[in-house]
């Protein structure tokens, strides 16, 4: 595997997800700390706490939250391994390097952190205050959300609405001076000087291979000529062999002497010339421009008004499809390149990227929720449930951070084009970190009703998801210092991302998946998890 653009991000990524999963088992092994002292008299500090009390309690909080983050972390490797199926290697080398990396983060969140934990003798810090598990005011209105979910959807629904438009706005670009700081004297500089005092377009080329140096070459190279004065969007013709040898032979003798004889038929004139071109300094000097040092292969350069893009692409397209009907039944191949053309390539690709990507990581996670709900309640029916209503808000989430990147401007990038991906992975690991909470609390009382579950879940597994994100928000925030543009586009777009697939999972889903959880209850279904598998 090579670095990449795109794996610029993979150490802030890791960084934040680790900070994330570490976050998760702390908090859960403070909780059962805290559900210990109580039945200790007298303990009201971790120190305090018997050592078998505390050993026991690390355990049980690594058990429980590791179930959880295997659940995520399965689901995230399969997403990010999906990228294989990519036709783009970037994006292949990016998912495999994240897929390895996130299996590391979940082995070493629930061995190596808790081991560390068990070893290193505990402050004597009041258990009080090593997590909050309280209800307050906030977790309460959440709770009341539950209540009504037809709401909840209703407002999901209308703000999806202009994000689709928004998403309609959102534009690929991709440049190499978009890989540039501006602010920065010696890049302002370069800019300047390309821009103003460049004189022409980057051209572009159509290289010829073939037998170049016979009569045959030449008319391929006059029906290719041809071929872009026929298109509109070809300006000029700016240089190809033929012409250079035409200009060339009015200062050199030889060269004119050797023309004169192809002129006139004169048998061994093309053997002597094609000499002249390859063996001689002076042949060389002039042709190297146009003609490989082989002889079978030249090139015929063109400027072309070409717009975005798309239409670039598009002319791409247009202009090989004549140049492949030209060489038809011939020894000859035509083809067209340039930078231009390269750019034009390369954006199509990011923006089919983005796409694939996306919907290939969504339509895997699906799979899996699906997968994992069936198997852990036994039903067919209830893993689907479960696994939709799991999967659903984070489409929304994905929809809503494309759609802010229409609305502000923000382009798909080598960077930002795996941000509907990422978004994905990261967001399924707060829904199944809530969901499983949610079950945990409707089996430990189920008489409670969707309102209270939903309330003590956020309470408890809320504020981790909550400290988490500042976390892995903090870190990519870091992104903007970064003197690489797309750096600081993918920071700032993945904030936002994590953003709004926090509030997704915490707004959004519990109100729909508390109550999915009371019907299978009040219907007698008994499809919940015989132990515990919160983080």
Do not use: C
């Given at each position: 595997m090579t670095f990449n653009g795109a794996m610029n991000s993979i150490p802030v990524l890791?960084?934040?997800?680790?900070?994330?999963?570490?976050?998760?088992?702390?908090?859960?092994?403070?909780e059962e700390y805290r559900l210990a002292s109580k039945s200790e008299e007298g303990s009201s500090s971790v120190k305090g706490l018997q050592k078998d009390l505390r050993k026991a309690a690390v355990l049980r909080g690594t058990k429980y939250t590791s179930i959880a983050l295997l659940i995520a972390i399965f689901t995230d490797m399969v997403g990010f391994l999906s990228f294989r199926l990519s036709s783009q290697s970037f994006l292949v080398v990016f998912g495999?390097?994240?897929?390895?990396?996130?299996?590391?983060i979940y082995l070493f969140s629930v061995t190596a952190l808790p081991a560390l934990i068990s070893l290193i003798?505990?402050?004597?810090?009041?258990?009080?205050?090593?997590?909050?598990?309280?209800?307050?005011?906030?977790?309460?209105w959440i709770g009341d959300l539950s209540k009504k979910p037809a709401t909840v959807v209703v407002v999901a629904v209308l703000l999806s609405m202009p994000a689709l438009y928004g998403v309609q706005q959102l534009e690929v670009g991709f440049d190499t001076r978009d890989n540039f700081d501006d602010s920065v004297p010696v890049v302002a500089d370069f800019l300047l000087i390309s821009e103003v005092f460049q004189s022409s377009p980057t051209p572009l080329y159509v290289v010829l291979d073939g037998d170049v140096i016979s009569e045959q070459g030449r008319i391929m190279v006059e029906s290719a000529i041809r071929i872009l004065q026929e298109d509109d969007s070809?300006?000029?013709?700016?240089?190809?062999?033929?012409s250079t040898l035409e200009s060339g032979r009015y200062s050199d003798s030889t060269l004119d002497l050797y023309m004169t004889g192809i002129e006139s038929g004169s048998d061994g004139s093309w053997e002597d010339l094609e000499y002249w071109l390859l063996q001689t300094d002076e042949g060389r000097k002039l042709s190297a421009g146009v003609l490989s040092s082989s002889g079978d292969q030249?090139?015929?350069?063109?400027?072309?008004?070409?717009?975005?893009?798309?239409?670039?692409?598009?002319?791409?397209?247009?202009?090989?499809?004549?140049?492949?009907?030209?060489?038809?039944?011939?020894?000859?191949?035509?083809?067209?390149?340039?930078?231009?053309?390269?750019?034009?390539?390369?954006?199509?690709?990011?923006?089919?990227?983005?796409?694939?990507?996306?919907?290939?990581?969504?339509?895997?996670?699906?799979?899996?929720?699906?997968?994992?709900?069936?198997?852990?309640?036994?039903?067919?029916?209830?893993?689907?449930?479960?696994g939709f209503v799991t999967w659903l808000p984070l489409m929304a989430v994905v929809t809503w951070v494309f759609g802010i990147m229409g609305f502000t401007g923000f382009q798909l990038n080598s960077q930002t084009v795996t941000i509907g991906a990422l978004t994905l992975?990261?967001?399924?690991?707060?829904?199944?970190?809530?969901?499983?909470?949610?079950?945990?609390?409707?089996l430990y009382d189920p008489s409670a009703g969707p309102a209270v579950w939903t309330s003590r879940s956020v309470a408890t597994t809320g504020r981790a998801m909550c400290a988490a994100a500042l976390t892995t928000a903090g870190g990519f925030s870091v992104l903007n210092l970064s003197s690489l543009v797309p750096l600081q586009l993918f920071g700032q777009a993945f904030v936002v991302a994590i953003t709004l697939a926090l509030m997704s999972s915490l707004l959004l889903l519990p109100p729909l998946y508390a109550r999915l959880l009371e019907s299978e209850i009040r219907h007698g279904q008994q499809?919940?998890?015989?132990?515990?598998?919160?983080?």
């Open positions: 890791l960084l934040a997800i680790g900070v994330d999963y570490g976050l998760h088992v702390v908090k859960r092994i403070r495999t390097v994240i897929a390895i990396g996130l299996f590391y003798p505990p402050k004597d810090l009041p258990i009080e205050r090593t997590v909050k598990i309280d209800e307050n005011r906030i977790t309460r070809v300006t000029q013709v700016t240089t190809d062999l033929w030249t090139v015929i350069s063109f400027q072309a008004s070409t717009l975005d893009w798309s239409a670039t692409s598009e002319f791409e397209s247009r202009l090989s499809s004549s140049l492949s009907s030209e060489v038809e039944d011939t020894d000859f191949t035509l083809r067209v390149s340039g930078r231009s053309l390269i750019l034009a390539q390369i954006t199509s690709d990011v923006a089919d990227a983005a796409t694939l990507s996306t919907t290939i990581v969504a339509m895997v996670i699906l799979i899996m929720l699906l997968t994992i709900q069936t198997g852990r309640t036994g039903s067919a029916l209830k893993g689907v449930k479960r992975g990261l967001g399924v690991d707060y829904a199944i970190h809530i969901a499983t909470r949610l079950e945990e609390e409707a499809a919940l998890p015989s132990s515990k598998t919160a983080a």
